[in-house]
């Protein structure tokens, strides 16, 4: 399937990989794009440094482009958006703020920008500072989410701007991707389906959980602080929620979550760890590669696009 996306990122198929913290390292995002999709290192909470050694370890492990998200929260967020332009990425996308402020870096060296947005302002703000598409991002997703969901947000977001949208955030098997086509999408960024394939090193008790998920599972912390993360309901979320509702500070939850993620994903840390996962948790049920599921996506999605019958 050919689209605007493919063409700007240079893939077989209009599937990226989501840019998740600790999880979205070199052999995951090298794994995607060896698929045929669009593979993505999530700097995350990383210094610049370690962004500079991802990039050049996914480079050792595919000639195929790839791409990397930069977390905007992310102190170190200018020093790694000189080392994209330094090491030629293909495409930056980013997430929880405004990176109008790197753009002209950026385009100047070519390097495709595709910032990540929750609203249709966000999204033409975006593309009058000249991103080359956006993701619009529900708040199925997991991890740090807006407010609008992807049935409402990307019909509205295409409507908006000229510039191809990717759809993201409750999307997980062909059905999704074909319900976001017919939304005005391009293309779909998918997480946690991509957190179970076999490449991907997050530790096992975190892809289990994923697996064992029902539909419900996934809980929103941090809404009273303008900070909302979907996460799976564990221990850590429940003594945060409580925290939460009986008013503590930002500070206070801060210290709750400092190194939770890692904890979670590097040390399987499943009751005191953050199990950031989108609301499709409940429908992925295995591990599989990144070449199997790409292909039963794009399989399932074009029995679908075709309609009944033909
Ligand atoms: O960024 C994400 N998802 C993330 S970032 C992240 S790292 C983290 N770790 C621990 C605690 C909290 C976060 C985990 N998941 N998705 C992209 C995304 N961006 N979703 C929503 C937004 C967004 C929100 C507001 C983008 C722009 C925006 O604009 C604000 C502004 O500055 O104008």
Redesign the pocket.
């Known amino acids: 399937m050919k689209t605007r996306i493919t063409e700007l990122l240079g893939t077989e198929h209009p599937i990226i990989q989501g840019g ?2 600790w999880v979205a390292e070199c052999r995951l995002a090298a794994a995607v794009s060896e698929a045929g999709g669009f593979g993505i290192i999530g700097a ?2 990383a210094p610049a440094q370690v962004v500079r050694e991802q990039i050049r370890n996914c480079r050792a492990l595919t000639d195929k482009p790839f791409g990397v998200n930069i ?3 992310n102190p170190q967020a200018e020093e790694i958006a000189k080392v994209v332009v330094q090491e030629g990425v293909r495409a930056v996308t980013t ?4 990176p109008a402020r790197y753009m002209a870096d950026w385009k100047a060296a070519g390097v495709k920008v595709i ?5 249709v302002a ?1 999204a033409r703000m975006m593309e009058r500072a000249g991103a080359d598409a956006v ?1 619009a ?1 529900g708040t199925e ?6 407010s609008a969901t992807t049935m409402t947000l990307v019909p509205q977001v295409a409507d908006a701007v000229d510039i191809p949208v990717i759809a993201a955030g409750g999307i997980g098997d062909g059905r999704g991707f074909a319900a976001a086509v017919m939304l005005g999408a391009e293309a779909v960024q998918m997480g946690t389906r991509f957190v179970v394939a076999k490449e991907c090193v997050a530790h096992e008790n975190y892809k289990r959980k994923i697996i064992a998920a029902k539909d419900i599972d996934s809980e929103v912390t ?1 809404m009273t602080h303008g ?1 909302p ?1 979907r996460q799976l309901r564990n221990q850590m979320t429940r003594e945060y929620l409580k925290l939460e509702k009986a008013g503590a500070s930002f500070a206070e939850l801060e210290q709750l ?1 400092v190194g939770a ?1 890692r904890r979670a994903v590097t040390e399987g840390d499943t009751v005191k760890g ?1 199990l ?1 996962a989108g609301q499709i948790a409940g429908l992925v049920d295995r591990e599989q590669t990144c070449q199997e599921i790409i292909e039963e996506i794009m399989e399932q999605a074009a029995v679908l696009l075709r309609g009944p019958g033909k």
Not at 95 to 98: I, L, Q, R, S
Request: without cysteine; aromatic residues 0%.
């Open positions: 998740m913290a995350g909470a977390m905007l929260m997430g929880a703020g405004n910032p990540v947005v929750a609203s966000m993701v991002e997703a997991g991890g740090h989410i807006g941090g900070h993360v979550t993620l953050t950031m």
